[in-house]
C-alpha cells in the first residue's frame, strides 16, 4: 500500500530554515516523479518544487527559486525540502506527492514563518 | 508553463442536482489531468486520474471526461458528503498546475 508522511513543519522566524522530511512507503521514489505542493492557508494549491524519477531533471517554482532545495535518499525512502531564507508568504500547508499515471499524496505537514 | 482555467469558482447546488465542472489548459495535455477534492484541514483526495479514470474507492455518481485542452468533472447527483472544493490539476507537463478551485456550496 502507497503511503507518504511528511515531517518537519514548525513555527520559524522569517530568515531561519527548516527541513522537510517526506519518507514513503509501498513504492521506489526512482520509480515515480516526485513533488512538493503547498497550500497557504485559506488559498488554492501551488507547486514547489518536481524532481524526476531518474533524479537528473530538478525544477523549482519562482517564488521559491534559489531558497528551496529537493534532494531524496533512496535508501531511506525519503524526499527533502531544505527551506531557507523563509518568507512570511512561505507559510503553508506542504505536502509531497508522487506521479505517474496516477498521484499519491501525505497528510500535509505545517509551516509558519512568523517573528 | 500551463495555465489551467477552472470554472466556476463557486458554485451552489442542492442534494440531487448534476453538477459540472470544467477545466481549460493553455495548451493540449493530452489526457494527462487528475480531478481532487478538498475538505478543510484535509489533503486533497484523488477522485479522477488519467482525465476520465475512477480513483479506486471513489463513488461512480463522479466522472471524468475530456482531452487535449477541455475537461470536465461532473458529480451525477450530488450527496452531502461531496460539499467541498475541487481542484483540477495538469500533469502532463511540469510543474503540474492546478486550477484555482471550485467551492461546491449548499443552495
Known amino acids: 500500500q502507497v503511503q507518504l508522511v511528511e515531517s518537519g513543519g514548525g513555527l520559524v522566524k522569517p530568515g531561519g530554515s527548516l527541513r522537510l522530511s517526506c519518507v514513503v512507503s509501498?513504492?521506489?521514489?526512482?520509480?515515480?516523479?516526485m513533488s512538493w505542493i503547498r497550500q497557504a492557508p485559506g488559498k488554492g494549491l501551488e507547486w514547489v518544487s518536481y524532481m524526476s524519477s531518474s533524479g537528473r531533471t530538478i525544477h523549482y517554482a519562482d517564488s521559491v527559486k534559489g531558497r528551496f532545495t529537493i534532494s531524496r535518499d533512496n535508501a531511506k525512502n525519503s524526499l527533502y525540502l531544505q527551506m531557507n531564507s523563509l518568507r512570511a508568504e512561505d507559510t503553508a500547508v506542504y505536502y509531497c506527492?508522487?506521479?505517474?499515471?496516477?498521484?499519491?499524496w501525505g497528510q500535509g505537514t505545517l509551516v509558519t514563518v512568523s517573528s | 508553463d500551463i495555465q489551467m482555467t477552472q470554472s466556476p469558482s463557486i458554485l451552489s447546488a442542492s442534494v440531487g442536482d448534476r453538477v459540472t465542472i470544467t477545466c481549460r489548459a493553455s495548451q493540449s495535455i493530452s489526457s494527462w489531468l487528475a480531478w481532487y477534492q478538498q475538505k478543510p484541514g484535509k489533503a486533497p483526495k484523488l477522485l479522477i486520474y488519467k482525465a476520465s479514470s475512477l480513483e479506486s474507492g471513489v463513488p461512480s455518481r463522479f466522472s471524468g471526461s475530456g482531452s487535449g485542452t477541455d475537461f470536465t468533472l461532473t458529480i451525477s447527483s450530488l450527496q452531502p458528503d461531496d460539499f467541498a472544493t475541487y481542484y483540477c490539476q495538469q500533469y502532463n507537463n511540469y510543474p503540474g498546475t492546478f486550477g484555482q478551485g471550485t467551492k461546491v456550496e449548499i443552495k
Open positions: 509501498g513504492f521506489s521514489l526512482s520509480d515515480y516523479y
Open positions: 506527492a508522487a506521479f505517474d499515471l496516477r498521484a499519491d
